[in-house]
């Protein structure tokens, strides 16, 4: 366990030297402040509206912004994920470490908890701070902000252990791109799948369904918007959640969530099996 934590270690102090990194603070600061000035101007042009429409207005929003934070962490962990193994081994750095007696596994698992600690650590921080903004500006405070922000790191989780597994057949930039290439189809077949149920038609709601379970990531991110809305908001204004990208109608399932966990032990033991059998 001591050389699982060394690696995890090594493997955020890395991450924090990567170029990678500083684009994603860019990134953050950049949505935080244009998010700042939505809210802000909510109130200032839509001061007519009930105090249920300002709610569902700022839920709505709110998602929107929180879906934008997803996609930088989904991008900024998918492509910390792949040079962590294939830009190692390509480099020879890889070589140094595994000639010790340090077993393939301790240093694969030692770098995806490393990588776990920086997705969680980015949305924890990302994620109060623009519920802070929305507090300040609109009033409005979500019913379960800590639920929505654990289950946005967990879609981070997800992607970034699908990052590592595929880090271990290609290249880093392919590893990366392929990963972020795989969470927008996800997203996009979620966002279908809603508009067959609003529809009344089974075969395209399958295919939401179906994508949320070879990938939960999009699962995950709708449980998130659940807690991140007023519940009171569903009764008053059911019309507005059929079909809609960023309003969701039904919470997750304890049966899912347990799938999501088995999900990722599963793509992270293969990518321990394949590490163990890739040649350096």
Same mark, same amino acid.
């Given at each position: 366990?001591?050389?699982?934590?060394?690696?995890?270690?090594?493997?955020?102090?890395?991450?924090?030297?990567?170029?990678?990194?500083?684009?994603?603070?860019?990134?953050?600061?950049?949505?935080?402040?244009?998010?700042?000035?939505?809210?802000?101007?909510?109130?200032?042009?839509?001061?007519?509206?009930?105090?249920?429409?300002?709610?569902?207005?700022?839920?709505?929003?709110?998602?929107?912004?929180?879906?934008?934070?997803?996609?930088?962490?989904?991008?900024?962990?998918?492509?910390?994920?792949?040079?962590?193994?294939?830009?190692?081994?390509?480099?020879?750095?890889?070589?140094?470490?595994?000639?010790?007696?340090?077993?393939?596994?301790?240093?694969?698992?030692?770098?995806?908890?490393?990588?776990?600690?920086?997705?969680?650590?980015?949305?924890?921080?990302?994620?109060?701070?623009?519920?802070?903004?929305?507090?300040?500006?609109?009033?409005?405070?979500?019913?379960? %902000?800590? #639920?929505?922000?654990? !289950? $946005?790191? @967990?879609?981070?989780?997800?992607? &970034?252990? *699908?990052? +590592?597994?595929?880090?271990?057949?290609?290249?880093?930039?392919?590893?990366?791109?392929?990963?972020?290439?795989?969470?927008?189809?996800?997203?996009?077949?979620?966002?279908?799948?809603?508009?067959?149920?609003?529809?009344?038609?089974?075969?395209?709601?399958?295919?939401?369904?179906?994508?949320?379970?070879?990938?939960?990531?999009?699962?995950?991110?709708?449980?998130?918007?659940?807690?991140?809305?007023?519940?009171?908001?569903?009764?008053?204004?059911?019309?507005?959640?059929?079909?809609?990208?960023?309003?969701?109608?039904? %919470?997750? #399932?304890?049966?899912? !969530? $347990?799938? @999501?966990?088995?999900?990722?032990? &599963?793509? *992270?033991? +293969?990518?321990?099996?394949?590490?163990?059998?890739?040649?350096?």
């Amino acid at each position: 366990m001591r050389i699982v934590l060394t690696v995890a270690g090594l493997t955020l102090r890395e991450a924090a030297r990567r170029r990678v990194l500083r684009s994603l603070a860019v990134l953050t600061i950049l949505l935080l402040s244009l998010s700042a000035w939505g809210f802000s101007r909510i109130n200032a042009e839509y001061g007519g509206l009930t105090s249920g429409e300002s709610k569902l207005a700022a839920a709505l929003v709110l998602n929107l912004v929180m879906f934008g934070l997803s996609l930088i962490a989904a991008l900024g962990t998918a492509f910390l994920a792949g040079p962590t193994v294939a830009g190692e081994s390509e480099s020879g750095i890889a070589l140094a470490v595994l000639a010790r007696p340090v077993r393939r596994v301790q240093v694969l698992l030692g770098k995806w908890l490393g990588l776990v600690g920086f997705g969680a650590g980015f949305v924890a921080v990302a994620g109060a701070a623009q519920l802070v903004i929305v507090k300040i500006t609109t009033g409005y405070w979500p019913p379960d %902000p800590v #639920t929505g922000l654990a !289950l $946005l790191a @967990a879609q981070a989780v997800t992607l &970034l252990t *699908l990052g +590592l597994l595929l880090s271990t057949v290609i290249s880093p930039m392919a590893s990366g791109v392929v990963a972020v290439g795989l969470f927008g189809a996800t997203w996009i077949a979620g966002v279908v799948g809603g508009l067959g149920k609003a529809l009344g038609n089974e075969s395209v709601e399958r295919i939401g369904t179906v994508s949320q379970m070879l990938l939960p990531t999009d699962g995950l991110w709708r449980g998130a918007m659940r807690a991140f809305q007023d519940p009171s908001l569903l009764s008053q204004f059911s019309e507005a959640f059929e079909g809609h990208p960023f309003l969701s109608s039904a %919470p997750l #399932t304890v049966v899912y !969530l $347990l799938w @999501a966990l088995l999900w990722v032990a &599963l793509v *992270l033991a +293969l990518a321990g099996l394949a590490f163990q059998r890739r040649d350096q």
